[in-house]
């Protein structure tokens, strides 16, 4: 059973428009919310996080919005450009110890 | 951000053959890290969370004696992959756990194992 899911395996922007990334998950104990960007055989890289306390957490270009009665999060990049084309993994934790439950992720494509 | 090494970044081995692979968190200490797998096209599998000072714990499947975790400091944590068959070969990255400020995974930046 996924607990985290990204149903979205692909999403292609234009340059300079916004990237909406999505995600879905369906443990009400998960408290925590991070998003990760990962390039081709590389780690992920940090990108941002939300507490359940939040519903919105912006970082310049990333912002990240929380819905928990929907149990939904999304990942919004403005203005997208081409560097930002990798995989984005949404992840989630709850409880004390902190390992985190991703999603498949999302691969992302800005064209010039 | 925090910084998480890895070594090696790549490793071809005989089948048969450990490999040992390293973590380190460069800039903070971690007692917790963890060590993900990923196949190809597929999302991060968590092995295991090693905890520094006691035990591994094994996600369903993973099994023990083959993927040896061992936590000896605060910024240190290894894997190796005892007897390597061809089906281990794959993305190996860890991650170590930061708790100051907000809960936050900083991952290294992957292995490649490739068992011939």
């Known amino acids: 059973d996924q607990q985290v899911k990204q149903n979205s395996p692909s999403l292609s922007v234009q340059e300079g428009r916004i990237s909406i990334l999505n995600c879905d998950y369906t443990n009400s104990m998960f408290d925590y919310f991070l998003w990760y960007k990962k390039y081709p055989a590389e780690g992920p890289t940090f990108l941002i996080s939300i507490s359940s306390i939040k519903d919105k957490n912006e970082d310049g270009r990333f912002t990240v919005f929380l819905n928990k009665s929907a149990k939904h999060l999304s990942l919004h990049i403005v203005p997208s450009q081409p560097g930002d084309s990798a995989v984005y993994f949404c992840a989630a934790s709850g409880g004390s110890q902190g390992n985190l439950i991703f999603g498949k992720g999302t691969k992302l494509s800005v064209k010039p | 951000g925090a910084v998480v090494s890895q070594h090696p970044s790549r490793v071809i081995c005989k089948s048969g053959t450990s490999v040992k692979i390293e973590c380190r968190s460069l800039?903070?200490?971690?007692?917790?890290m963890f060590w993900y797998r990923q196949f190809p096209k597929q999302s991060l599998m968590l092995m295991a969370t090693s905890n520094e000072g006691s035990k591994a714990t094994y996600e369903q499947g993973v099994e023990k004696d083959k993927f040896l975790i061992n936590h000896a400091s605060l910024t240190l944590s290894t894997l190796t992959v005892t007897s390597a068959h061809p089906e281990d070969s794959s993305f190996y990255i860890c991650?170590?756990?930061?708790?100051?400020?907000?809960?936050?995974?900083?991952f290294g930046p992957g292995t490649r194992l490739l068992v011939l």
């Open positions: 991650s170590a756990l930061h708790t100051s400020g907000v809960r936050t995974q900083y």
């Open positions: 800039d903070f200490q971690a007692t917790t």
